[in-house]
Structure formats: C-alpha cells, structure tokens
C-alpha cells in the first residue's frame, strides 16, 4: 500500500473532488441510465461540505476523498471516492477502518448510499454494513457500532 495521509479540506477542493466523481460513477451511472455529465458534477458541488471532508493524498497528490456528516440520528459516509489507479490498492480500505473506529469509539450509527450493483457496496458490506433500503437505482446501507 502507498503512503498516503489525510488532510482537511477547503473549499478549494471543490472542482477537484467533483471531477473524481465524474470518473468513478460514471461507468455505474451509465449502466443504470443515469449518467449526466454535467449533473454528476453539480450534485457534488452542491452537497460539498469542506468542515466534514477529508481529503485523501498519495505522495502529497490529491487521489480522493471521504465526508463524514453529522445528523440527528448518525453520520453520513459520503463523498467516499479514490482515483481509479488507487482502487484495490488497500488505501481505501485503511481510510474505512481508521472512520468506523473513529464511530465505534464514539457509539455513533453510520448511514450511506450507494448506487445498486455499485462494487463498493462489496466493500461496505465486508465492513459491517447492511442494506437498510433498496430503491431503482440507490441503496442505502446502515453499519451500528461495534
């Protein structure tokens, strides 16, 4: 696994962010019908919450992100995206852990969404994570603490 290392994000960090997600969904989004180029930006910029965000660095080069928003009820794992050149490589992985234990410590449920037949929900579910609600095209998964 390379080096990597989380930083705090900044506004600054919108376009970027959004890009990356234009890339990882897009292969998902089209095999749902869903996939708007200009959309699948705009909904990033429009939800990106710089004081939840993290983002993720590999030899001090942006390779992804993750959002853990607070709610009434839990927290939202959101934004969770890595470069496509990264995935597989266990830094994803490691970025999950070091966030569930984080939410274990504190009691905390976690919720998500995750696009049907997304390989990420693989990857949540080897996480303790299981399907709350399933609609057309969103799953949404809920992981209590440990």
Do not use: K, N
């Not at 994000?9 to 998902?28: F, G, I, M, N, P």
């Not at 910029?45 to 959002?67: K, L, N, Q, S, Y």
């Amino acid at each position: 696994m390379a080096d990597w290392e989380l930083r705090p994000a900044s506004a600054a960090d919108v376009e970027a962010v959004a890009e990356l997600r234009a890339v990882v969904l897009r292969a998902d989004l089209e095999r749902l019908g869903r996939y708007d180029e200009q959309r699948v930006r705009q909904r990033l910029r429009d939800r990106f919450v710089p004081a939840h965000t993290w983002m993720i660095e590999v030899g001090g080069a942006f390779a992804g992100c993750v959002a853990l928003r607070p709610a009434e009820d839990a927290h939202w794992l959101e934004h969770f995206y890595l470069s496509p050149h990264l995935q597989g490589s266990g830094i994803g992985t490691a970025v999950l852990r070091g966030l569930l234990e984080q939410c274990d410590r504190d009691g905390t449920l976690i919720r998500l969404q995750v696009l049907r037949g997304s390989a990420a929900q693989r990857l949540y579910e080897r996480h303790g994570f299981t399907v709350d609600i399933e609609e057309p095209v969103d799953v949404f998964m809920v992981r209590r603490p440990a």
